[in-house]
């Protein structure tokens, strides 16, 4: 994940951008795991890395299953858990689940279509004391529609984040850019600002699940360019402004090195506080400070690997799964640099992005390590 105005408000303080750039880099104590709990969902959207649908899924694990696991992860030093599914809001023992959660101290965050948040379920979402929701919106209502494969989907989950605001409940809009939708983002960005909302996370497509069967719309270099120079400069914009704004992208880390070429351009004397700051950030995490657990308890480097299990914390804790390094791929993730060729072994970034989104590559070539498709930057850009 790429904060990205969280770099533009450093930008915009010189003194705090050198500050941050001369602090020592801090070591996570443990992952962010993000949990698909329940796998049905009443949604089948066209980029689901899930494969979701709306049935019952056998085997995924029980309440006691789920706070065991929750127990030991909180051991393991996990700070922060996602609630994600499916559709998380299906599984009805998701609100004890929640509240178990909080009591052990993560902090919480739920992942949902929004779909289901009517006037009943605020309160109970509420009481939790999430400490951010996430509402996927793909675009203006018709375009919503089409990749929910839903009529009214857009007018329900703008409807559910609308509740959660006035609720006072910290919600953020995602977006996961592509040819079909890339049109919305400016319609989408001007719909944050009007609702008053607190964040937008721009994710790129990863091929994974019903993505990885849609991947040839995946958005052209052109316009993820586009999208970028949009999303810094309504950052830079409404920071100028004073105006509070939390923009975040997510699945392409070559967001930075573009960020990066940006600040050339613009404050070319912060340039080398803005590179020593990122290079802290250190670009992708899967497999590092990212995992997944999917619906049956089996442990992912990150959500879009289901088609790759590390073990199964039925079998063992998250714990010794997330540590072990026997695994090729594990070893390879947590190998710093990454063992990347093609135009990521070359990329005079690589500090930076870390190798980008392995998923892709494994897609496309069937070579975890081979250059990921999704780089957008031209070859001038990574110095090649």
């Keep these: 994940m790429f904060r990205l105005s969280r770099y533009l408000h450093l930008l915009a303080d010189p003194e705090r951008l050198a500050q941050a750039a001369a602090a020592p880099p801090v070591t996570p104590t443990g992952p962010v ?66 509240h178990h959660a909080k009591s052990l101290g993560f902090y919480l965050a739920l992942s949902t279509n929004g779909t289901l948040i009517g006037a009943d379920q605020v309160a109970p979402i509420a009481a939790v004391g999430f400490d951010y929701l996430g509402i996927s919106l793909d675009g203006l209502a018709e375009t919503h529609d089409r990749f929910r494969r839903r009529q009214g989907a857009f007018q329900a989950s703008l409807q559910g984040l609308r509740l959660c605001h ?21 319609a989408l960005l001007d719909l944050m600002s009007e609702e008053g909302i607190d964040k937008f996370y721009l994710s790129h497509l990863n091929y994974a699940g019903r993505g990885n069967k849609h991947r040839e719309r995946d958005a ?54 803005l590179r020593r700051v990122l290079v802290k950030w250190g670009g992708n995490a899967s497999g590092q400070h ?45 190998q710093r640099p990454r063992p990347v060729g093609g135009r990521c072994g070359t990329c005079a970034h690589l500090a930076i992005c870390n190798g980008n989104t392995r998923t892709r590559a494994y897609q496309v070539t069937g070579d975890p390590w081979a250059e990921d498709p999704g780089c957008y930057l031209t070859d001038a850009e990574i110095g090649s």
């Design 220 to 273: 052209y270099a052109s316009m993820t360019r586009a999208a970028m120079d949009l999303l810094i400069e309504t950052g830079w914009s409404r920071i100028q402004r004073g105006q509070a704004v939390e923009l975040v992208t997510g699945n392409n880390d070559a967001d930075g090195v573009y960020l990066l070429h940006w600040a050339e351009r613009h404050f070319p004397e912060r340039l080398e506080d």
């Design 33 to 98: 795991v993000i949990w698909n709990l329940i796998r049905r969902c009443n949604l089948t959207c066209a980029h689901c890395y899930s494969t979701s649908a709306d049935k019952d899924f056998a085997g995924e694990l029980t309440t006691a299953e789920v706070k065991a696991v929750m127990a030991d992860l909180r051991a393991f030093g996990v700070p922060v858990l996602i609630l994600s599914g499916g559709e998380p809001l299906m599984r009805p023992d998701i609100f004890e689940l929640a």
């Design 290 to 334: 990212i995992a997944n657990i999917d619906n049956l308890g089996q442990v992912h480097p990150d959500s879009f690997w289901w088609n790759y299990p590390l073990g199964n914390v039925r079998d063992r804790p998250f714990s010794a799964i997330w540590e072990d390094r026997t695994d090729p791929l594990m070893a390879g993730l947590k």
């Design 166 to 186: 006035e609720a006072g409940l910290k919600v953020g809009m995602r977006f996961t850019l592509c040819q079909d939708n890339a049109q919305d983002l400016p």
